[in-house]
Structure formats: C-alpha cells, structure tokens
C-alpha cells in the first residue's frame, strides 16, 4: 500500500512539470509559429472594387500600353477592362442583357467565323452576346420577348445583340405570360402581339415592316423580305441595303452588296460611304478613297475630308 501511494505521488509531480514547463502557452503567449497569420495578399484590382466591374464586368485594370476602340487605338493606362468570362457571367449586364463574353475570349474563340465579329467587342474591350443562350437565360428574353441573337449594323461595326426573332421568343416572355401577346410581328423594332389574322400578300406590301425593312414579300402564311422590297425600302435609301440576302439563320434580310447600293445611299452623300467593302463575312459601305470623303456633305460642314485608315476623318490641317 506504501508503494501504491508514492507511484500515484510520482506521476503527480511528472504531470505538474509537464504542465508547467511552456508557461507562456498556458498563460495565452504567443502562438506557435504554424497558426500564425499569413502574410498579406497581394494588393487588390483598384478595378475590382469599381462599380464597372459589378455592372459591366470591367474589373481588369488595361496594362499600360495601347487599348484599341473599334479602330481607334490611343495609349492607355487606366481603363477597366473585360478581359475574362468570369467576370462578364458575374456581370449585371449578363443578367440583364445576356452580355456574358469576355471580348478577350472573342478574339482568340470567334476571329473571323461567322459566330461574331470581334471588332464589336474589341470597341471599349467589353462583354458581348454570342449565342442564343446567352439571351435566352438573361432578363432582356423573360421581360421583353428579346431571347435571339442576331447582327446588326452599328455605325463602321457589326454587333451582335438580343432581339426578338420568332413566336417562340414571345413564348417565353412575360409578355404572352400575361397579357397573351405571344405572336411574332415583323417591324421595326419587331414586336410581340395577339395571335393575328392569317396575313395576305397586300398586307405586307401595306405593313411598316415593308416600308422600312423591306419585308414585302408573301410566303407560306407570313411576310418576308425581297429584292423588290429592299431596293423600295428606306433601308436602302438610308444605307444602301438594297439586295436581299440569306443570313447564318436562312432568314433573308435587306443588305449592301454592291457598290452601286451604296452609291445611291444617305451614307454616300453624308459620309463618303460610297463603295462596298466586306470583313469578316460581311458586307457594307464604306470610304474607298480621298475622293469619296472630299465629295462627302460632312467635309463641307464638320471638316471631315481626309481618307485614313478606310474612314474619313478631320483634315489633317486642323492638328487633330
């Protein structure tokens, strides 16, 4: 018993050592070194932090170099910039307007397909529709019918945007949810509607679409676009899209294709736009030489006579 007691009395006074030999641990000291805090991140993307990347997906800071817009290219150090399609999906403009790629991956994925043009995306390096997809999962479809992605001319570029295109668009809208409007109607802009009478070949000759689009043509049940249509529409007069042309979708849509559509265009007399060029799988009128800019209306009022770079631009002489 005598031996029992002084064992018990050994162990007693081994543990009380052990428990006191760190007394800084167990006064709550330091640490030991490996839960330490590490050391600090890197600093973080002044563009990250910038409404524009939450609202449009610019959370890249552009490196000091040159950022090119369209086909203006000018030095830059400090635009946010789309680079990635991370940061466009994450983007409000994705939710809403189905803008989820980044134009960086446009240009490396989609350079000279018929899928997109980049030099839309390239202008202000931002996020852009590609597909269907993209305007199908945004609000711009589920809201206003605009679930279809399709070009259209912007100025010198060809973007690609959300649109209403067919009567299943306004099947998945709010529009035919509630209000019963889920009929496609050809216009311009087109448009959701009731279901409407059977159309005839008078009342698309009749119909704004004709007038403006070239849509004045009867076929299978509904209004379509022909060459007589195009060449008497003010698509044509305005920018000389005076040729019916089958599109990617097999739509046929009012285009230019010849010098002489763009000759007899508002586009010619104002800005030069006098002869037909094509890029990246389309075509439409633009500048071809120093004489198409100085007979142009905007060299007379705004100065805009020297050819460069196949656009008329100020002269020269004014220091710009």
Known sequence: MKKLTELCLSLAFVSLVACSSDPEAAQGGEPPAAVQAAAPSEPTDPCAQDPACTQDG????????????????EPTDTDCIARSDRDCRASS???????????NSLST????????????CLQGAAC???????????????????CSARDSI??????????????????LSDWCKNLGDCSFIPGDPPRCG??????????????????????????????????EGCRASSACGDSGACTAVESASQDLSCQAVTDKDCAGSLRCEESGACHIKTEFGRSNCAPKSQADCEGSSRCQTEQMCTFRG??????????F
Request: aromatic letters at 4%.
């Open 58 to 73: 610019r959370c890249e800071t552009q490196p000091e170099g040159t950022l090119c817009r369209g086909r203006v290219c």
């Open 93 to 103: 403009r994705c939710e809403h307007s189905g803008e989820c790629t980044s134009w």
């Open 109 to 120: 994925r989609h350079l000279g397909t018929e899928s997109t043009d980049p030099l839309a």
């Open 128 to 146: 852009c529709v590609v597909s269907d997809d993209d305007c199908k999962n945004s609000d711009n479809c589920t809201a206003f019918a605009r």
């Open 154 to 171: 912007d100025g010198e570029l060809v973007r690609r945007s959300c649109v209403i295109a067919s009567d299943a668009d306004c099947a």
């Open 194 to 227: 009731k279901v409407q009478p059977q159309w005839t070949a008078e009342a698309c000759t009749n119909s704004p679409g004709c007038k403006i689009s070239g849509i004045c043509g009867f076929e299978d049940g509904k209004c379509v676009v022909n060459d």
């Open 310 to 319: 196949g656009l008329c631009i100020l002269n020269s002489a004014t220091g």
